[in-house]
T-cell receptor, first 114, second 114 residues
């Protein structure tokens, strides 16, 4: 595709519900990143994939957060038993590699937990 | 640990005036530095990046930034702002290989007055 595509754009979840957020990176991009952006804050790193390998998941806030990229293309960020503090915009980015190249960001998914 | 400080939460400038947005970073080695812009409801767009070489970096939309190692700064400048420049601006540091784990500042919101 022309850019990084994320779906859904908006998601309202009841507290305790599980959610899945999808990211379609730019075709051929090896590296894929997830960030969480709380209201009025800068994005914060969650996790990073190189192809299907999850090389860094140090930013995932708890074991309720899980990300996968099974075929090295589309990625899904899953949040189990959502809580109000999970409300944020979740941004996905991709790049040709992680080294010396630009990361292109999607428009994000705004998650509101009620 | 790497960190980024953007001291100005909100800046207002007149259309046609010059602009400087401040960014200070903390990183143990030679940093990879980025400036991104985010319009409401949009993802992040890369304005410019510094990896190595010339410390004055030119970007898109007439922006430039200067890397000053002695001051741990990477300030963004534009000689004459346009109303369309109104947005949120984020400085970020990445490393050790590039963009694999970006740390963002809290952002500076730019308002343009006629």
């Amino acid at each position: 595709g022309a850019g990084v595509s994320q779906s859904p754009r908006y998601k309202v979840a009841k507290r305790g519900q599980d959610v899945a957020l999808r990211c379609d990176p730019i075709s051929g991009h090896v590296s894929l990143f997830w960030y969480q952006q709380a209201l009025g804050q800068g994005p914060e790193f969650l996790t990073y994939f190189q192809n299907e390998a999850q090389l860094d998941k140090s930013g995932l806030p708890s074991d309720r957060f899980f990300a996968e990229r099974p075929e090295g293309s589309v990625s899904t960020l899953k949040i189990q038993r959502t809580q109000q503090e999970d409300s944020a915009v979740y941004l996905c980015a991709s790049s040709q590699t992680a080294m010396n190249t630009e990361a292109f960001f999607g428009q994000g998914t705004r998650l509101t937990v009620v | 640990a790497q960190s980024v400080t953007q001291p100005d939460i909100h800046i207002t400038v007149s259309e046609g005036a010059s602009l400087e947005l401040r960014c200070n970073y903390s990183y143990g080695a030679t940093p990879y530095l980025f400036w991104y812009v985010q319009s409401p409801g949009q993802g992040l767009q890369l304005l410019l990046k510094y990896f190595s070489g010339d410390t004055l970096v030119q970007g898109i939309k007439g922006f430039e930034a200067e890397f000053k190692r002695s001051q741990s700064s990477f300030n963004l400048r534009k000689p004459s702002v346009h109303w369309s420049d109104a947005a949120e601006y984020f400085c970020a540091v990445g490393g050790p290989f590039g963009n694999e784990k970006l740390t963002f500042g809290t952002g500076t919101r730019l308002t343009i007055i006629p």
